[in-house]
C-alpha cells in the first residue's frame, strides 16, 4: 500500500494552517525540525510508561504530529517561496532523528523484544537511505514501501494502545513485525530504484 497517494489531499485540508503560520512569519526550516522534539517527546512518554502507563497516550498523538510537521513544512516553504537546499539536509536527516527517538524506546519496555525492535529501527533507516540514494543517482526520491513513515508511525499508534489497554505482553510481537516490514520496504525500494536507474 503507498501510503502516500492521499498527501495531497492532506495538505490541501491544511491550507488554512499553512495560511496562519505564512502569515505568522513562521519559517518552514522551524517546523522540519520542530518534528524532532514532538518525537522525543513520545520516546519519553514510552520510556515513562512501565511506570506511568497513561503516557501512552502521548504517543499516538506525537507520531500523529509528527507527520503533519513533515506535511506543513513543504507545503509552508512553497507557499512563502522559502525553499532551499539546505531544507531538503533538515528534512531527512530530522525524519531519521525522529525515526530513532519514537521507535528505539520501545526496545527498552518490558514485554518488548529489545534486539528485534532495535534491528527493525536500523531497517527503517536503512529503507530510508535507499529512498534518498534513489535520488542522489539520478531518480526520484522514493517512497514506496509496505512500512514507509506514515505506516511506522501508524504501527506504534497502534502498539501504544494495545499496550495500554492490555499490559507490556502487547509490545510482543512489535519488534518481529518492524524488523519485517522494515526490510521489506528497503527492498522494495532497492528494486523500485532498480527499475528507474539505467
Known amino acids: 500500500m503507498d501510503w502516500y497517494r492521499s498527501k495531497r489531499t492532506i495538505v490541501a485540508e491544511l491550507d488554512g494552517v499553512v495560511g496562519r503560520l505564512a502569515a505568522a512569519g513562521v519559517s518552514p526550516d522551524a517546523v522540519t525540525l520542530a518534528a524532532v522534539p514532538v518525537a522525543v517527546v513520545g520516546g519519553l512518554a514510552l520510556l515513562a510508561s512501565p511506570v506511568v502507563p497513561q503516557a501512552l497516550l502521548a504517543v499516538p498523538v506525537s ?10 513544512d513543504g507545503s509552508l516553504a512553497r507557499t512563502t517561496g522559502r525553499s532551499h537546499p539546505r531544507g531538503e539536509l533538515y528534512n531527512e536527516v530530522g525524519d531519521r532523528l525522529a525515526d530513532i527517538a519514537l521507535l528505539a524506546p520501545v526496545a527498552f519496555l518490558p514485554g518488548a523484544q529489545r534486539e528485534t525492535v ?17 535520488k542522489a543517482a539520478g531518480a526520484e526520491r522514493l517512497y514506496v514501501g509496505v512500512l514507509s513513515k506514515p505506516a511506522r508511525m501508524a504501527l506504534l499508534a497502534l502498539f501504544a494502545v494495545a499496550a495500554l489497554v492490555l499490559g507490556p505482553d502487547a509490545w510482543g510481537p512489535f519488534g518481529p513485525l518492524l524488523l519485517a516490514g522494515t526490510a521489506l520496504t528497503a527492498m522494495e525500494r532497492v528494486a523500485a530504484a532498480m527499475r528507474r536507474l539505467p
Do not use: F
Not at 507520531?63 to 506543513?72: C, E, Q, V, W
Not at 532495535?118 to 534513489?134: F, K, W
Open 118 to 134: 532495535l534491528l527493525g529501527v536500523t531497517g527503517a533507516v536503512l529503507a530510508s537511505y535507499v529512498g534518498v540514494t534513489s
Open 63 to 72: 507520531a500523529g504530529l509528527r507527520l503533519i510537521l513533515n506535511l506543513l
